[in-house]
């Protein structure tokens, strides 16, 4: 079955510091990855996804994302954070085969100015 | 292009009650789904409609959970019988075609069950 895993429930960085957020997935088969950002009272929003090509992604915000497919990780990162950034993220996968996405429990990024 | 809207964003009920959510999804997408969000968890899925016809439902979507998307427009959710299990954030999200596209999520319809 796939899941995903996100094993930080919570991270803080200062601002101007660089982030990476773990993500690693379990799925048979080439997986699609996408990275969602989620603020307080606002739908979540995609940020980048990989289903293809080359396996570093860029997305919106500054932010990219690594697919490793030999360590099942599709890590996100930002070389250096704003305060705007403080929100939960969610990393999801989906596949060719099936249109629902798998949503990790998310990490929430906190943010010192 | 007004995004994915929900109505109501709010809904508290008491248990036992019926509740009806609806979903209104980017005009030219036919693609539409429902997820569940509880506190502290990543959304859930339940089910998904490529224009009228529901494709596939979670083992999540008990008897007492109905969805519909009639004319492949909007789509509902309705709960029967409401439990306080049912408490929480239900999304709707909608896209053009097949699973690499992406999905755009609604702001939610939050449920608390008394």
């Known amino acids: 079955a796939q899941s995903v895993t996100q094993p930080d429930i919570h991270i803080t960085v200062s601002e101007g510091a660089s982030l990476e957020l773990r993500c690693n997935y379990s799925y048979g088969a080439t997986p699609y990855l996408f990275w969602y950002v989620q603020s307080p009272g606002q739908g979540l929003q995609l940020l980048l996804k990989?289903?293809?090509?080359?396996?570093l992604v860029q997305g919106i915000k500054g932010f990219e994302a690594e697919f490793k497919r030999s360590q099942s990780s599709f890590n996100l990162r930002k070389p250096s954070v704003h305060w705007s950034d403080a929100a939960e993220y969610f990393c999801?996968?989906?596949?060719?085969?099936?249109?629902?996405?798998?949503f990790g429990t998310g990490t929430r990024l906190q943010v010192f100015p | 292009d007004t995004g994915v809207s929900q109505d109501p964003r709010h809904k508290i009920t008491k248990r036992g009650q019926n509740v009806t959510f609806r979903c209104d999804p980017i005009s030219e997408h036919n693609r539409l789904y429902w997820y569940r969000q509880t506190l502290g968890q990543g959304p859930e899925f339940l089910t998904y409609f490529q224009n009228e016809a529901q494709l596939e439902k979670s083992r999540l979507l008990s008897d007492r959970f109905s969805a519909e998307r009639p004319k492949g427009s909007f789509s509902t959710l309705e709960i029967q019988r409401t439990e306080q299990g049912d408490s929480a954030m239900y999304l709707c999200?909608?896209?053009?075609?097949?699973?690499?596209?992406?999905?755009?999520f609604g702001p939610g319809t939050r449920l608390t069950v008394l």
């Open positions: 999801a996968v989906g596949s060719y085969n099936t249109d629902k996405l798998i």
């Open positions: 999200a909608s896209s053009l075609g097949r699973s690499h596209n992406e999905q755009f």
């Open positions: 990989y289903f293809s090509g080359d396996t």
